[in-house]
Structure formats: structure tokens, C-alpha cells
């Protein structure tokens, strides 16, 4: 692959295909260096405000259950699933999390185009390296990415 001017494999060259990265959909891309990027404090307020709606939600949803019940031990072992859909189900489907959505911001593509589905998927894949890590990557950061944002180009 390094030899080709393409990076072909070898079922590449000789199916005369390369492989491209995916043109994600046009529309609506923001112009990145008209905008103002969010610092690293509003970032960190947002995923505070992300945690208490989404502690109300568990405390809810357990409180619903009795700690009696069969299922109850199941539902507290599948909380670290239940987060990482939080993140990425509002992420996929609004580009921001309800956090980001009171303080209004919003998770785009390096590119500027609004956030899809891989995207979304990818950076929240990271966020348990956020506690240890985030602060540092964003401060050292030049577009205030944390390790997600850097890997799924957000």
C-alpha cells in the first residue's frame, strides 16, 4: 500500500478501485473561521449540565423500580450503556446534547458540516477518557478538541 501512489492493496490496483473518504452531506457548512470556538469552561458547564439531566433521568428511572425486583441489579449494570446512548443519541440526532443545546452550541465536522452518525458515534467511543484526559487535550488543542473530537474529526 505504501508503495502506491493511491495506497492500493493489491485487490485495488488490480480491480483498478481506490478507496475515498465518504463526502458527508452539504448542507449547511459553517464557514469554521467565522465562528468563535466554545472554551473550555462553557464546554466543561455544558457536560455538567449534561450530567445532572441525565443523573435526574437515572434517579427517575430507579426510583421507578424496587431494588426487590429480579431486574433491578440488571438495569444499574447496563448504566454505563445507558450514558454512552444519552451522548450520542442526542448527538445524532441534534449535532448537541441538552447541555449544549441551554448554553447554544453544537457539535460540528472540522469540514463545518453538521454531525452524522459515524461522527457522533466516534467521539462518545472516547468520552471515558475524558475524566483523565479532556481538560488536557483541550487546552493543548488549536480547535479545542478533546481525543473524540480529534479522532471523529468533530
Known sequence: ME???F???LGDRAARTVVIKKTRRREGIIDLRAITLASTFVRAFGFFIDL???????????ASLRPQSPGFSFVVSLLPVIAFGYFMIFEMLTSSTPGKIILKRQSILENGEELDNSAAILRNLFRPLDFPLAYLFITLSRRKQRLGDYVAET
Open 52 to 62: 445532572l439531566f441525565f443523573g435526574a433521568f437515572i434517579w427517575f428511572f430507579l
Open 7 to 9: 495506497y492500493q492493496r
Open 3 to 5: 508503495s502506491s501512489r
